[in-house]
């Protein structure tokens, strides 16, 4: 059985992915980990740090995939257009749910610095996984932002077409 804190970031995976941040409540959450009051707050000061570390455990996680997706692709191109299969797969694993941060960002005010620095640090490392494939800052700021743009597309219209449009950008971007 998985610990009372597992259980508590795995349902609030779920809950954020289905209702967003705004709409689960702390006392959801505590009844369907089936937890005790004491032990959330045990874990977890409050929900803004529950969503903090919600999304650091996502980011690890999300990063993890990308890598393993992607590790058989030795070519620089390919694996650039790996990454945008591996929007896809996650389209198909996470029924186009879109980016848990962008999510989370559309719910919270500007000056939640807890959970926008988590949020910022994500995408700064995206754009940097980029960065260190084509060291190219223009380039990979382009890649990134097809990227993005694919993510925020294909969720809004629940469809992978402008995932596949950003691949054949990509082969007449990178000779």
Request: with cysteine.
């Amino acid at each position: 059985m998985k610990s009372p804190r597992e259980r508590i970031l795995q349902i609030t995976f779920d809950l954020f992915g289905r209702q967003g941040y705004n709409s689960t409540g702390i006392n959801q959450i505590i009844s369907e980990a089936a937890v005790a009051k004491a032990s959330f707050y045990q874990h977890f000061k409050s929900k803004e740090d529950l969503c903090a570390e919600f999304l650091n455990v996502r980011h690890q996680y999300w990063f993890n995939e990308l890598n393993l997706f992607c590790a058989d692709e030795e070519n620089l191109k390919q694996r650039i257009l790996k990454s945008f299969d591996f929007l896809i797969y996650m389209n198909q694993k996470e029924n186009f749910r879109g980016c848990s941060f962008l999510n989370i960002l559309s719910e919270i005010p500007m000056d939640n610095v807890k959970i926008l620095s988590v949020i910022q640090q994500h995408k700064k490392d995206l754009r940097n996984y980029f960065f260190q494939l084509l060291k190219d800052e223009e380039l990979s700021d382009h890649i990134y932002l097809l990227f993005e743009s694919s993510i925020i597309e294909s969720q809004l219209f629940r469809s992978n077409d402008l995932i596949e449009r950003s691949k054949k950008i990509i082969n007449n971007l990178i000779p």
